[in-house]
């Protein structure tokens, strides 16, 4: 397939965003019921479900750490969630983004309040279209808010790009293919911090300032979607309640 | 200065308050000011700022009450499991000669001693084995409700059900009452609670539902 035309003489990309725009993002809390908590994701054409489950005992029992509890993340891809049918089983890359996704949430878990105990965190992508560990991440932290997990903040997450030489916001999966540079970055928004930042491809360190810019710009916009996705879930107006 | 209002859904991370308070359940304290930790509904409650949760699994607290299944007897403790994975132990005092006449598969009754990385202790002060009955498994978020403001929505039921009710802060509740249509009512009561925790007007539905229920099953019976 030959390489299509990323930006358009009007300086609008493959699917008419503007290169600052978000895809349409919905997000939803509370979705599964046999976990403790849960997120549903869709960024775009990425669909993400999120569960967690915990704090619960540890197993296998030689992995338990007496002075605090540990975190269990597994990101994984259905068969029938990209182009071309993913064998069934944790591929490398899987394995690979379940490593880095748990390590930006172990920022922010207060892991040291469920000694001798962990939490299984699983991110199921139903539906690939590019950004599925930023769409991830951004579920994985709203399941384990619904799940009551004592975190210092929230994280949310987005993916900065490089196409036709021009720096763009949320990339998907064609502009992933074929253009220059991929960066997914994740931020704590309260905490100020970055917990995920990758690169994939060549920018200038000038783009990367750029392209850091608007993420974080982008974060706060999704960092707000998912305080309002938690409020919804727990509308409640509580009355007469023991402390 | 305080940035929430009274019993306001907060979100980890949320700036709560920034001076002078003292943190409690739900918070945690960076560069003096304190946010919240867990999903729930802030209050200010004797000067402490604390968030009740709205969800999540049962964590135990010292001078919680609470229901739990002995699972394991062994010769210097006893392993009682407290809702869903969660098991504390139960240790005979040394200068008891009587041993605790508890065996394995009974229901107790106990309040949580102390809690930490060495696990949760249960105490041996008030400790009641509970010797018949129903056990309900409800959301440990929704206990609060049904206890009431001081125990409040226990006594109506008490009253209206004519049951005892052991209510664990785990979310076990356990019912025993004269007759199973009274302990059947109860525990439509219980699910109704569990169901409808957050509309307003439950304590009148949850006597009108009793009623009801009583009514008829005493004419059947």
């Not at chain 1, 600052?20 to 549903?40: C, F, H, N, P, Q």
């Not at chain 2, 009274?6 to 991370?13: A, D, F, H, K, S």
């Not at chain 2, 809702?83 to 107790?108: F, H, N, Q, Y």
Request: hydrophobic fraction near 40%; glycine fraction near 10%; aromatic fraction near 4%.
């Amino acid at each position: 397939m030959v390489k299509p035309k990323l930006i358009d003489e009007n300086g609008l990309r493959i699917d008419g965003r503007r290169p600052d725009e978000l895809r349409k993002i919905r997000m939803e809390v509370g979705v599964l019921e046999k976990t403790d908590g849960s997120a549903y994701i869709e960024v775009g054409g990425t669909r993400i479900y999120a569960g967690v489950l915990g704090p619960r005992e540890v197993h296998p029992k030689h992995l338990e750490l007496p002075d605090r509890g540990i975190l269990n993340c597994r990101y994984h891809m259905a068969s029938f969630s990209v182009d071309e049918r993913k064998p069934l089983g944790m591929t490398r890359r899987e394995i690979e983004l379940s490593k880095v996704l748990r390590e930006a949430l172990e920022t922010v878990v207060f892991l040291d309040e469920f000694p001798r105990m962990m939490v299984d965190i699983f991110i199921e992508v139903i539906q690939a279209d590019g950004g599925t560990r930023t769409a991830g991440i951004t579920a994985a932290s709203l399941a384990l808010a619904d799940a009551g997990i004592p975190m210092a903040d929230m994280i949310a997450a987005t993916a900065v790009g490089k196409v036709d030489g021009t720096l763009v916001l949320d990339i998907n999966e064609v502009e992933d293919k074929y253009g220059e540079a991929d960066m997914p970055v994740a931020m704590a928004p309260h905490l100020d911090s970055i917990v995920l930042l990758q690169l994939n491809g060549r920018m200038t360190s000038g783009e990367i300032e750029k392209g850091l810019e608007m993420a974080q710009n982008a974060i706060k916009k999704i960092h707000a979607m998912q305080v309002e996705a938690l409020k919804h879930r727990y509308r409640i107006e509580p009355e007469g309640m023991e402390t | 200065m305080i940035y929430f209002t009274e019993n306001e859904l907060v979100i980890p991370g949320q700036l709560l308050a920034d001076n002078g308070r003292r943190n409690g359940f739900g918070t945690y304290v960076r560069h003096g000011k304190i946010y919240a930790s867990t999903t729930g509904l802030a209050r200010v409650v004797n000067g402490v700022v604390r968030v009740i949760p709205v969800s999540g699994r049962y964590k135990p607290q010292r001078g919680d009450k609470v229901v739990g299944i002995v699972s394991d007897i062994k010769p210097n403790a006893v392993e009682v499991d407290i809702s869903g994975e969660l098991t504390a132990v139960l240790k005979p005092s040394e200068r008891e000669s009587t041993p605790l006449m508890i065996d394995i598969g009974d229901c107790v009754y106990a309040e949580v001693k102390t809690t930490g990385i060495r696990g949760t202790v249960l105490s041996n002060e008030g400790l009641q084995r509970i010797t018949s009955g129903l056990l309900v498994t409800i959301n440990p978020a929704k206990v609060p409700r049904l206890i009431g403001k001081k125990g409040s929505m226990v006594q109506i039921l008490r009253k209206e059900s004519g049951c005892d009710f052991w209510v664990g802060r785990n979310g076990l509740v356990v019912v025993s009452g004269p007759n199973p249509s009274s302990e059947f009512a109860a525990v439509s009561a219980i699910n109704l609670i569990e169901r409808e925790a957050h509309i307003p007007g439950l304590t009148e539905r949850v006597i009108q539902l009793l009623r009801k229920l009583r009514g008829g099953g005493s004419g059947q019976a």
